[in-house]
């Protein structure tokens, strides 16, 4: 059962996760998904399930606020619709695809594997990618095979980590179509519903009848952890993009880059993993 303190380190994780996406342009998922995972260790479930409840969930977060962000870009004519709805659906049956894998895997294995993800996007964070990819060429091109292609893959890893994908599909947009900055994140925005929905699905068939879940979960997905997070993340996801204008970003990216870092060493066992916050 969640304690006071247990709710209150979710809500601060949605908090952090939902300003950190809108300010810093990563997924919210980077920062719910391993302080969930410790706090679902730390409430005594099993190893080989504890991720599988922190994706799934995190999955749940992203899906409510990537319709938000979605409507948001779109009123800014900021999705590029014909894209979006080629990624999307590809992107859906990836992630059903990656979550039903994600729960035939060992723990250890998910663990290691998303922090592998995590150190690799923080690399690439702090190698400077991102204010180089806003440099891009402005003349787009339309190339579904392309986007069709990627798609599954991008909702495969989305499945198998509990992450949006949106820091696969940004770059992928850009580099290979030359999409505008502010039309690729609109775009991955709108083709992140599709890819959390398919994820959402896959941890909620597969999770159906597993014994030792956390009381009202519905498959691997846990109701009140999510409700927790979406609380926060949602709302402080419009002050994170209001704050993007006025805040010095850069400094704030790397005190992220510096979480991301730590997280994912932990979750490969660079530092011992126990079942302490």
């Given at each position: 059962?969640?304690?006071?303190?247990?709710?209150?380190?979710?809500?601060?994780?949605?908090?952090?996760a939902?300003?950190?996406?809108?300010?810093?342009?990563?997924?919210?998922?980077l920062?719910?998904?391993?302080?969930?995972?410790?706090?679902?260790?730390a409430?005594?479930?099993?190893?080989?399930i504890?991720p599988?409840?922190?994706?799934?969930?995190?999955l749940?977060?992203?899906?409510?606020?990537?319709?938000s962000?979605?409507?948001?870009h779109?009123?800014?004519?900021?999705?590029?619709?014909?894209?979006?709805?080629?990624?999307?659906?590809?992107?859906?049956?990836?992630g059903?695809?990656g979550?039903?894998l994600?729960a035939h895997?060992?723990?250890e294995?998910?663990e290691k594997?998303?922090g592998?993800l995590?150190l690799?996007?923080a690399?690439?964070m702090?190698?400077g990618?991102?204010?180089?990819?806003?440099?891009?060429?402005e003349?787009?091109r339309e190339?579904?095979?392309?986007v069709a292609?990627?798609?599954f893959?991008?909702g495969?890893?989305s499945?198998?980590?509990g992450?949006g994908?949106?820091a696969?599909?940004?770059?992928?947009?850009v580099?290979?179509?030359?999409?505008?900055?502010?039309?690729?994140?609109?775009?991955?925005?709108?083709?992140i519903?599709?890819?959390?929905?398919?994820?959402?699905?896959?941890?909620?068939v597969?999770?159906?009848?597993?014994?030792?879940?956390?009381?009202?979960?519905?498959g691997?997905?846990?109701?009140?952890?999510?409700?927790?997070?979406?609380?926060?993340s949602?709302p402080?996801?419009q002050?994170?993009?209001?704050a993007?204008?006025?805040?010095?970003?850069?400094?704030l990216?790397?005190?992220?880059?510096?979480?991301?870092?730590?997280?994912?060493?932990?979750?490969?066992?660079?530092?011992?993993?126990?079942?302490?916050?």
């Amino acid at each position: 059962m969640l304690t006071a303190t247990h709710i209150g380190i979710l809500l601060a994780t949605g908090a952090g996760a939902g300003f950190a996406s809108a300010l810093l342009g990563v997924g919210g998922g980077l920062i719910m998904v391993p302080a969930s995972y410790w706090l679902i260790l730390a409430m005594g479930i099993s190893p080989d399930i504890a991720p599988l409840i922190a994706f799934g969930t995190s999955l749940l977060v992203i899906l409510p606020t990537a319709i938000s962000g979605t409507w948001r870009h779109n009123k800014k004519k900021a999705v590029h619709w014909k894209t979006a709805l080629v990624l999307g659906p590809c992107a859906l049956v990836g992630g059903v695809v990656g979550a039903t894998l994600a729960a035939h895997l060992p723990g250890e294995i998910l663990e290691k594997g998303f922090g592998g993800l995590v150190l690799a996007i923080a690399l690439w964070m702090g190698l400077g990618i991102i204010p180089r990819l806003r440099r891009g060429a402005e003349e787009l091109r339309e190339n579904r095979g392309l986007v069709a292609a990627c798609g599954f893959p991008i909702g495969m890893v989305s499945g198998l980590t509990g992450l949006g994908g949106g820091a696969l599909i940004v770059p992928m947009l850009v580099l290979a179509l030359n999409f505008p900055m502010h039309i690729a994140i609109g775009t991955s925005v709108a083709s992140i519903i599709f890819a959390s929905l398919g994820g959402i699905v896959g941890y909620i068939v597969n999770g159906l009848g597993v014994p030792e879940l956390l009381p009202y979960s519905l498959g691997y997905i846990n109701l009140p952890i999510w409700l927790c997070l979406a609380a926060t993340s949602i709302p402080l996801a419009q002050l994170g993009a209001q704050a993007a204008h006025a805040l010095p970003a850069k400094p704030l990216r790397y005190i992220f880059i510096a979480f991301m870092v730590y997280a994912g060493l932990k979750m490969i066992g660079v530092f011992k993993l126990g079942t302490g916050l």
